[in-house]
């Protein structure tokens, strides 16, 4: 359980420590809600977030659209008004229930403190059943003070585990044909695939098929970004050319372009394998629709393919074709990796990185190039050990996200390390979360990849000379923040380790020192080329 207490919830956080709830502060609802809607992701369980009324419950909704965008489950409980004051102007008086709708599958108010655990038990089951999501329940303030006999409430054991269904037989021999005829086939990973929990399934379907795949970011892992047959260093040109695409668990909005020309062929044959059936068809009309639970759709697809021992050529002018692009693609990052300006350039930094990157880490990531540069160098190689912006593009998600990751790590893995790539930007949008990280001591890593500003800022000489023309509010872009801020002391300021980091050197040694160092959190400041961006990118036709 994650939140922030106050009138009514103060009590009920209590009361859930002593159940045996961990209960973890945090310093803004919203990075509270999205540390619980992160353990979901991980674990698929949901986890909770606790807020007061009005204000608190109104921060918390940014997190719930955040988490039912991704399709990850999460129960928000927030306190609300006397029920005896409402319409009067209660203090903090708001229509919570109503306000919760739009962001989840479900939001109630019990009707009775004896129907609270029949309504949490079918907010859980609502939060995991089906597309998961978020789901809201309500609790008036003087619920919290009311008495009931124990003997009347009906106590409800917790949901099951989701039921799994299959697609249609019929459907998936149709699929396996249309995979079989393919020219140019191409698997698409999305995180729907990674919270299905599917990775040895899809391994086998790519290794045994020899079939390329690409996993969308969140997607990465499933399958180990270094497997041969990723091709995520040729993601334009495999989208382009594709003539067959499977999607397990990736929706075709805006992070793969609708699914529409000129990023892909006008006559390219969908085949969508997804748990909610609103989903098949949108934007496209898919060739086939497989509706089910993805690791059990994959088993049968597997099963088609076992019988006949089909493989896809792996000489094939299409492997060849996605191979060139990629090596291309790789040799013009290292190029720009290599340069040995000051200040350095993204990929200068994210190569180091990605140097000493333990393997079973965790990476958190957002911002903007950042994030899009952060993610075609760092390597996943484990399932959900990636989490970044999502589908809802929420910058401010990273330390909650980190926290949450965190406290998965310390129960089943001790010792695995969570490293939190942010952008300078985006760090500002939850940076007091660093006081509960070290209030918690969690040894997390964090890296603000600084260049002063949104997308871009400018230097401290440059930000000198334009204040001679004006105000700042009237002559600095609006992309600029302050430039050279200390980001390293927020950290130094509750006790764990800042580094002010400008060159390479300066970064691999204070990278080591803090991955050396398991018993406390640090942040690198790390220093970057104001103006620096992305690489150029080629859309060939
Ligand atoms: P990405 O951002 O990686 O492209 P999306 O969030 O767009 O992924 O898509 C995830 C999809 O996965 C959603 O449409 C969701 O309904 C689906 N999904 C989630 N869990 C399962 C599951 N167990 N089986 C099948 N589909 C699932
Ligand atoms: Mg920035």
Not at 255 to 271: A, E, M, N, S, T
Not at 355 to 374: F, H, K, W, Y
Request: proline share 6%.
């Amino acid at each position: 359980m994650f939140g922030i207490v106050g009138i009514p919830v103060t009590e009920i956080a209590i009361a859930a420590q002593q159940l045996g709830i961990r209960y973890v502060g945090m310093r803004n609802e919203q990075a509270a809600c999205y540390a619980a809607s992160a353990i979901g992701y991980l674990t698929g369980r949901p986890g909770v977030c606790l807020v007061v009324s009005g204000p608190g419950l109104v921060h918390a909704l940014g997190g719930m659209a955040n988490a039912n965008m991704n399709c990850w489950p999460l129960i928000v409980i927030g306190g609300s008004s006397e029920r005896s004051q409402e319409t009067m102007g209660a203090f903090q008086e708001f229509p919570q229930v109503e306000a919760c709708r739009l962001y989840s599958k479900f939001s109630v108010r019990p009707s009775s403190i004896a129907a609270i655990p029949s309504v949490i038990e079918k907010a859980v089951r609502s939060s995991i059943y089906g597309r998961p999501g978020a789901c809201y329940v309500d609790i008036p303030a003087d619920f919290v003070t009311l008495q009931v006999n124990v003997n009347s409430i009906k106590y409800v054991e917790c949901c099951m585990p989701p039921p799994v269904s299959m697609a249609e037989a019929s459907a998936v021999h149709r699929a396996a044909s249309v995979i079989r005829n393919a020219k140019r086939p191409l698997l698409i990973i999305g995180k729907g695939a990674a919270y299905a929990r599917a990775e040895e399934g899809l391994r086998k379907l790519v290794e045994q098929c020899k079939l390329p795949f690409l996993p969308t970011p969140m997607g990465k892992g499933v399958i180990p970004d270094n497997h041969p047959n990723c091709v995520g260093a040729a993601r334009s040109r495999a989208l382009q050319f594709a003539d067959v695409i499977v999607l397990f668990g990736a929706r075709l909005n805006w992070i793969l372009h609708f699914g529409v020309p000129p990023r892909y062929q006008p006559d390219v044959k969908f085949i969508q394998v997804d748990i909610c059936a609103e989903e098949l068809g949108n934007n496209v009309r898919p060739a086939v629709t497989l509706l089910g639970d993805i690791n059990a759709v994959t088993k049968q697809l597997l099963e088609q393919f076992d019988k006949t021992q089909w493989q896809y050529p792996p000489e094939s002018s299409w492997w060849k074709n996605l191979r060139e692009k990629m090596k291309s693609n790789e040799a013009a990052s290292k190029e720009l990796a290599s340069q040995n300006s000051l200040p350095m350039n993204y990929y200068t930094v994210f190569y180091h990185v990605q140097e000493q990157l333990p393997r079973d880490c965790i990476v958190v990531s957002e911002g903007a190039n950042t994030m899009d540069i952060g993610r075609t160098v760092l390597q996943n190689c484990l399932p959900r050990h990636r989490l970044d912006a999502g589908t809802f593009g929420t910058m401010g998600v990273g330390l909650g996200f980190a926290i949450a990751a965190a406290i998965v790590a310390k129960d089943r893995n001790p010792g695995q390390r969570v490293i939190c790539v942010e952008g300078d930007s985006a760090f500002g949008f939850s940076g007091m979360e660093v006081e509960t990280i070290c209030r918690y001591n969690l040894p997390i890593v964090l890296l603000v990849v600084n260049n002063n500003g949104i997308y871009q800022g400018v230097d401290k000489d440059s930000w000198k000379e334009m204040l001679k023309f004006g105000d700042a509010t009237a002559v600095a872009p609006p992309v600029c923040l302050l430039p050279n801020s200390h980001y390293e002391q927020v950290m130094t300021a509750f006790g764990g380790t800042g580094y002010f980091v400008q060159t390479q050197e300066e970064l691999q040694k204070s990278l080591r020192q803090s991955l050396a160092d398991t018993t406390k959190p640090s942040l690198l400041n790390i220093m970057i080329e104001p103006q620096a961006t992305r690489k150029a990118q080629v859309h060939s036709r």
